[in-house]
T-cell receptor
Framework: GENVEQHPSTLSVQEGDSAVIKCTYS??????FPWYKQELGKGPQLIID?????GEKKDQRIAVTLNKTAKHFSLHITETQPEDSAVYFC??????????FGKGTMLLVSP | KAGVTQTPRYLIKTRGQQVTLSCSPI?????VSWYQQTPGQGLQFLFE???????NKGNFPGRFSGRQFSNSRSEMNVSTLELGDSALYLC?????????FGPGTRLLVL
């Protein structure tokens, strides 16, 4: 089955810095790559997603890049703010099927 | 539009008991997926229902089951609870692929 590796497991940055989280996957049939943010006591919230026919997608301070040849994709957060502190999960799926998640990255943004 | 709702939010059970969790998807969404989240294993897929039919199933024992009703609401049941079933159970609904999660039900098995 699909295997998703996510790095780093924890990431500490200063407010205003950029943060990058990387994921690799194993199944070349995967073509949908969402990112979720989970705050304490809440369910995962979709923050951005990308499909395999696109190499990059940006939404304000958040961007995702995809390299299908190398089977990896990354989340980029610029100008980080304390409210960005949370656990971030990457996920992959073939088509619109079952999501396989990475283990998560705990992002801490210090003021 | 209201989001995914899950009830109850918290639950305490003892080993050997059974439990039923409920999920109401976003209006118009016909697909409901269930995930188990634990610190050790992370987010793991349990099953997916679409139009009252189980469409996909994860690698969990038969003690875990689910169903979906004609109004797309879904329930999952865990029988003969074990300590290891303590987890956050998340429901996600989707219309055409993108999954939106509810707040989860926190189950503690004593």
């Amino acid at each position: 089955g699909e295997n998703v590796e996510q790095h780093p497991s924890t990431l500490s940055v200063q407010e205003g810095d950029s943060a990058v989280i990387k994921c690799t996957y194993s199944d070349s049939a995967s073509n949908y790559f969402p990112w979720y943010k989970q705050e304490l006591g809440k369910g995962p919230q979709l923050i951005i997603d990308i499909r395999s026919n696109v190499g990059e997608k940006k939404d304000q301070r958040i961007a995702v890049t995809l390299n299908k040849t190398a089977k990896h994709f990354s989340l980029h957060i610029t100008e980080t703010q304390p409210e960005d502190s949370a656990v971030y999960f990457c996920a992959v799926a073939p088509g619109y099927s079952t999501l396989t998640f990475g283990k998560g990255t705990m992002l801490l943004v210090s003021p | 539009k209201a989001g995914v709702t899950q009830t109850p939010r918290y639950l305490i059970k003892t080993r050997g008991q059974q439990v039923t969790l409920s999920c109401s998807p976003i209006s118009g969404h016909r697909s409901v997926s269930w995930y188990q989240q634990t610190p050790g294993q992370g987010l793991q897929f349990l099953f997916e229902y679409f139009s009252e039919t189980q469409r996909n199933k994860g690698n969990f024992p038969g003690r875990f089951s689910g169903r979906q009703f004609s109004n797309s609401r879904s329930e999952m049941n865990v029988s003969t609870l074990e300590l290891g079933d303590s987890a956050l159970y998340l429901c996600a609904s989707s219309l055409i692929g993108t999954q939106y999660f509810g707040p989860g039900t926190r189950l503690l098995v004593l």
